[in-house]
């Protein structure tokens, strides 16, 4: 059974920075790792993907040059480092596992980012 847990949330003035993280535990295979958030009234959106293996990264536009996704293989955990935040992005970001480029397999609790103004 995979387990993701995030971490790293808050709230934030618009300029500033978060970095989230999410541990994973748990056996799977040929996997990669993301994140995807969640506005209220809003459908979830991909946000960020890492190849797990291969390191290969990907962005939605609306985050590219501003977040970061990185792992460390050691610990089983994937970052977020969100930069030059907006009030757009406030959202719950949720962690995601799976198989393929944009991982929805396994999903964490999510945690909230709050982005002022």
């Known amino acids: 059974q995979v387990q993701l847990v995030e971490s790293g949330g808050g709230l934030v003035q618009a300029g500033g920075s978060l970095r989230l993280s999410c541990a994973a535990s748990?056996?799977?295979?040929?996997?990669?790792m993301g994140w995807f958030r969640q506005a209220p009234g809003k459908e979830r959106e991909f946000v960020a993907a890492i190849m797990w293996s291969a390191g290969s990264t990907y962005y939605a536009d609306s985050v590219k040059g501003r977040f970061t996704c990185s792992r460390d293989y050691a610990k089983n955990t994937v970052y977020l480092q969100m930069n030059s935040l907006k009030p757009e992005d406030t959202a719950v970001y949720y962690c995601a596992a799976g198989a393929g480029r944009i991982p929805s397999d396994y999903w964490g609790q999510g945690t909230q980012v709050t982005v002022s103004s």
């Open positions: 748990g056996r799977f295979s040929k996997w990669a």
